[in-house]
């Protein structure tokens, strides 16, 4: 069975940090391209970082780069996102998707939710003072 599940959100006051976690089960991560999506109140969801499959290329939103770190671990087939300098506009519900690489798809997207197969439950991101 295919799961993704989110981990690490919480409340963090602004200029903190967190790390999000997506362990993946039910298939190799390495074979995957995995984007990091949020969500916030009254937005439609929007991307926030990706990578792909086999060390490929990996990509942020312009609002995250420099702040933001997108990793991979294999051997524990978990993603991570690494969240520095937190602001209050990275409010929102973090989810983490799967997408299957192929030729038709060699490298991760950001811009499009509809390409990913498999999401998560989502993790709650709060940043406030």
């Known amino acids: 069975q295919v799961q993704l599940v989110e981990s690490g959100g919480g409340l963090m006051q602004p200029g903190g940090s967190l790390r999000l976690s997506c362990a993946a089960s039910?298939?190799?991560?390495?074979?995957?391209?995995i984007g990091w999506f949020r969500q916030a109140p009254g937005k439609e969801r929007e991307g926030v970082s990706c990578i792909s499959s086999r060390d490929g290329p990996l990509y942020y939103r312009d609002s995250v780069k420099g702040r933001f770190t997108i990793s991979r671990d294999n051997a524990k087939n978990t993603v991570y996102l690494q969240m520095n300098s937190l602001k209050p506009e990275d409010t929102g519900v973090y989810y983490c998707a799967a997408l299957s690489a192929s030729t038709v798809q060699p490298m991760c997207v950001m811009d499009f939710d509809s390409p990913y197969e498999y999401w998560g439950q989502g993790t709650q991101v709060t940043v406030s003072s």
């Open positions: 039910g298939f190799i991560l390495d074979y995957v391209h």
